[in-house]
């Protein structure tokens, strides 16, 4: 599962930030839960209303890892995951983030 599949130069996964080290700083910010109810969110580093999957290649840049592209089956295959992990949970969007 991508979630838990390391990637990139820094050889992260999803799982190690927001699973083990959420509530913790990275750069200032508070690390999330990963859960994917405040999307759309209007994001104050890009100006404007991002969506998951923009959020998504943001963090794999981030980890200095190959984005992939929107719609790619493994970006879909993550944010579907991530939607699971946040059922039950009330919908905040549009949320607004650093």
Known sequence: ???VQRQGQLNLSCAECHDDNW???LAGATIPQGHPNGYPVYRLEWQSLGSVQRRLR???FGM???PY???APEMTTLELFLAWRGRGLMIEA????P
């Open 1 to 3: 599962m991508i979630f």
């Open 23 to 25: 509530g913790r700083k």
């Open 58 to 60: 943001n963090c794999l």
């Open 64 to 66: 200095r890892a190959e």
């Open 69 to 71: 592209t929107y719609g």
């Open 94 to 97: 549009p949320a607004v983030r």
